[in-house]
């Protein structure tokens, strides 16, 4: 139902145009918005209007008119003015405003708990387009789910953000199926559009951290071309989400379809990466490696296995980055400077932060 404060608004606005006043009562008797005192208006002459079968009443200087839902009547509405032809007639335009508010909530709450059930897949699939039709939902639009995470969001910040980012635009949803994330289903005007995608993901994380100091991380799913298949874009963007946590922290926005090795590892039983990681490795080696060698890893990794390049970054001498690859083989019997070795190396360090990541889990 919509607010009180949203009926004394319009009644407010109402007034000040036609100089007419109003008073909303609902079917309980109380009184839920009104422009002036009102006290003479009892209780039973609102119940035994409401039960009367004319749709309006005079009584004295007040024309009374019922507010309909769905053939029921919510409110009953007073309408008070110098001449009851005026009062009357706007009192009906009164009525007109409330109940199209009425709609217009309704109708986007039954949106939003369209799209809940949609990405939950509780609908079956002929229900999924009968609801659409009803709510005015293109079934055949290009669509894509983004997935936002702001961290310590504790008012709930970034969901005003987000409303006033796409304000002006029409064909998008905002929604959310647990505390921590909010969902923004986007239409698009191509299945091909993924530059597009990209670009929007940049404003959400930019106008968060500039707007907010919210530091935030967005994913997204493929492009779907079918209402059905919007869940399967949410079921991408939460993986998405949480593979980028693991594998990919320094990028605050990760796409499903640039997930690379990091997809792939993220779905392999965590038994099995145990046992990966002990034929590889043994019980504890690369447990033990310090920073100074994972970072002196990593950056070789950035540098295509370019042994010069990467010394220079890391500000140390040939010799000294040699060594260390030289040590770390000694450690784990695997030469990083050879492709095989380097490929199954940080594999394996990828493996190894997914297992926290399980572990931190349980």
């Known amino acids: 139902m919509i607010s009180n404060q949203m009926i004394q608004a319009s009644i407010d606005e109402l ?14 008797g109380i009184v839920v918005a009104s422009t002036f005192d009102n006290k003479d208006v009892s209780q039973e002459l609102v119940e035994s209007f409401a039960n009367s079968p004319a749709d309006s009443q005079i009584v004295g200087d007040y024309h009374m008119l019922k507010v309909l839902e769905d053939k029921d009547i919510i409110y009953v509405l007073i309408s008070k003015g110098t001449g009851i032809a005026d009062a009357y007639m706007i009192g009906r335009i009164a009525v007109s405003q409330i109940q199209n508010l009425m709609i217009a ?4 709450f039954d949106k939003s708990n369209f799209f809940q059930n949609l990405l939950l897949d509780n609908f079956l699939l002929v229900d999924i387009y009968n609801r659409a039709k009803r709510l005015h939902i293109a079934p055949d ?3 894509v789910v983004y997935l936002v995470e702001a961290q310590n969001d504790k008012d709930n910040v970034s969901m005003e953000l987000l409303k006033n980012l796409f304000a002006e635009q029409s064909g998008f949803y905002l929604t959310a199926v647990e505390q921590k994330n909010i969902i923004v289903i986007k239409e698009l005007t191509s299945v091909d559009a993924y530059d597009e995608v990209e670009r929007e993901a940049q ?13 935030t991380r967005v994913s997204y799913g493929t492009i779907v ?31 499903y379809n640039t997930l690379g090795i990091g997809r792939l ?50 500000f140390v001498h040939r010799n000294t980055l040699v060594y260390r690859i030289e040590k770390l083989n000694q450690a784990t019997g695997l030469d990083i400077r050879k492709f ?6 940080k594999i394996a360090l990828m493996v190894v932060s997914y297992m926290k990541y399980i572990d931190s889990l349980e």
């Not at 007034?15 to 909303?24: A, L, S, Y």
């Not at 404003?203 to 530091?215: F, G, H, P, Y």
């Open 15 to 28: 007034k000040g145009i036609t100089k007419v006043d109003f008073c909303v009562i609902d079917m309980e």
């Open 105 to 108: 909530y309704k109708e986007h």
């Open 141 to 143: 639009m290009p669509r």
């Open 203 to 215: 404003v959400i994380v930019d106008m968060m951290n500039s707007e907010a100091m919210l530091v």
């Open 225 to 255: 071309g079918e209402l059905k298949e919007v869940s399967k874009s949410y079921k991408e963007a939460k993986m998405a989400m949480d593979v980028g946590k693991i594998f990919y922290m320094e990028k605050p926005i990760n796409a």
């Open 265 to 314: 590892i993220y779905q392999l039983p965590i038994n099995l990466c145990r046992i990966f990681i002990t034929e590889i490795f043994g019980e504890n080696v690369i447990h033990d490696l310090d920073e100074e060698m994972l970072t002196t890893v990593q950056k070789f990794f950035d540098n295509n296995l370019n042994v010069s390049e990467t010394s220079r970054q890391l």
């Open 340 to 345: 095989e070795d380097a490929l199954t190396f």
